[in-house]
């Protein structure tokens, strides 16, 4: 006996089933390459933030352990009461020959003032040094470069958001910027530093 489909044409029903399987199919797989670039872009984010966070922590952290200003470094007795005696705000950053890990390393929370760092993968591309950078360092497992930029100001409650540029007072912030070309993200990053006599 002979099938009654052998040599014979599909009919409309059928050419029906196949063109809605290919639709779906295609559905499928658009919805599957948009998931994967979804997680994709969900990952890349979540690797910045952890990443920025824990270098702008490890530089706050690092500032925060240097003393609070130059004259309390320097064992000034005048300045463990009178703020005046502190480094002036036109002048918050490294002291002439001071360096971040250089010969001379910074000994005071200011000089943290103007600092760029670089942080960079081992990939050959990424090993090229920039342009105004103070430091870099590489650092296997990261995917891109980082940079780091630090500003310090003095600040006077009660609006600790304010720079305080008129005289020096018992309280410094650190501001640290985390950015990488790879993510259009910006990690801000404040901590407070207070002098308490």
Not at 43 to 49: A, L, Q
Not at 125 to 146: C, H, L, Q
Request: overall charge negative; some cysteine.
């Amino acid at each position: 006996m002979v099938s009654p489909y052998c040599g014979e044409a599909m009919n409309l029903g059928q050419m029906m089933l196949v063109i809605g399987a290919v639709v779906l199919l295609g559905v499928l797989i658009l919805n599957a390459n948009s998931s994967v670039y979804q997680a994709t872009d969900t990952m890349y984010t979540s690797e910045f933030g952890v990443t920025a966070i824990s270098l702008a922590t490890s530089i706050v952290e690092e500032a925060s352990g240097k003393m609070f200003d130059k004259a309390i470094a320097d064992t000034n007795a005048a300045a463990v009461y009178d703020s005046s005696y502190f480094t002036t705000p036109a002048l918050l950053g490294p002291d002439v020959g001071e360096s971040y890990h250089g010969a001379k390393d910074f000994n005071d929370f200011d000089d943290f003032n103007g600092l760029f760092l670089v942080y960079k993968s081992n990939v050959a591309a990424d090993t090229a040094s920039t342009p105004g950078s103070n430091w870099e360092t590489i650092i296997p497992g990261i995917r891109a470069k980082y940079f780091v930029h630090c500003t310090v100001c003095y600040v006077n409650p009660p609006n600790l958001d304010v720079a305080y540029t008129i005289r020096q007072t018992w309280h410094k912030k650190i501001i640290v910027t985390v950015t990488s070309p790879s993510s259009n993200d910006t990690l801000v990053y404040p901590s407070i530093m207070s002098y308490w006599n």
